[in-house]
């Protein structure tokens, strides 16, 4: 079987499913930030100074942990952009 087959027979699992959305979109929040850093020329411990943190704080961060929206914000800040939340 293959790992998408699988995935897809575990997500008629609802607890299953949600965690897995859940994670997904923790994810997209770690590469996005990631990219916008890369983008921006920043290692993380400049990232995390511009935005008083910790550059554990980042890594934690693009390692896909969860981070408050006024983390997220501040840090967005720092690299001189907004921060933009969609309902899709």
């Given at each position: 079987?293959?790992?998408n087959e699988?995935?897809?027979?575990?997500?008629?699992?609802?607890?299953?499913?949600?965690?897995?959305?859940?994670?997904?979109?923790?994810?997209?929040?770690?590469?996005?930030?990631?990219?916008?850093?890369?983008?921006?020329?920043?290692?993380?411990?400049?990232?995390?100074?511009?935005?008083?943190?910790?550059?554990?704080?980042?890594?934690?961060?693009?390692?896909?942990?969860?981070?408050?929206?006024?983390?997220?914000?501040?840090?967005?800040?720092?690299?001189?952009?907004?921060?933009?939340?969609?309902?899709?």
């Amino acid at each position: 079987m293959k790992i998408n087959e699988l995935i897809h027979e575990m997500k008629k699992d609802t607890e299953f499913a949600e965690l897995y959305q859940a994670e997904g979109e923790k994810l997209q929040t770690a590469v996005a930030l990631y990219h916008a850093r890369e983008q921006a020329g920043l290692t993380q411990q400049e990232l995390a100074e511009r935005a008083n943190t910790t550059q554990a704080t980042i890594a934690r961060i693009e390692r896909g942990d969860n981070v408050s929206f006024e983390k997220l914000a501040s840090i967005a800040h720092a690299m001189g952009k907004e921060m933009k939340v969609e309902f899709i």
